[in-house]
């Protein structure tokens, strides 16, 4: 089991930036890759951001490309969203998982952090 916790979730202006943290207990941090996920009301949850085990690898989302960065600190069992010249659509609960290497699932889940973006 991988115990996912999030945080840095706030209510911020149109422009502003926030950074995500997603601290995880558990199983070996470094087995998984990770990924962070929003879901906003009336929509699908939608992947935002996903790093390799070692972090050597990012990908993020079309529609926040150039403005979101998605990091990892191995040492301290932490992932990280860095997001930057927010939007108003941007407003989500945001998730963190962690993606069996073997399946590439994304198989253990935080309980979410509220982003409201106000313009």
């Known amino acids: 089991q991988v115990q996912l916790v999030e945080s840095g979730g706030r209510l911020v202006q149109a422009g502003g930036s926030l950074r995500l943290s997603c601290a995880a207990s558990?199983?070996?941090?470094?087995?998984?890759?990770m990924g962070w996920f929003r879901q906003a009301p009336g929509k699908e949850r939608e992947l935002v951001a996903a790093?390799?085990?070692?972090?050597?690898?990012?990908d993020v989302a079309h529609s926040v490309k150039g403005r979101f960065t998605i990091s990892r600190d191995n040492a301290k069992n932490t992932v990280y969203l860095q997001m930057n010249s927010l939007k108003s659509e941007d407003t989500a609960v945001y998730y963190c998982?962690?993606?069996?290497?073997?399946?590439?699932?994304?198989?253990?889940w935080g309980q979410g952090t509220q982003v409201t973006v106000s313009s």
């Open positions: 790093i390799s085990w070692s972090g050597d690898k990012t």
């Open positions: 558990g199983r070996t941090f470094s087995n998984y890759g």
């Open positions: 998982a962690a993606q069996e290497l073997s399946s590439g699932a994304f198989v253990y």
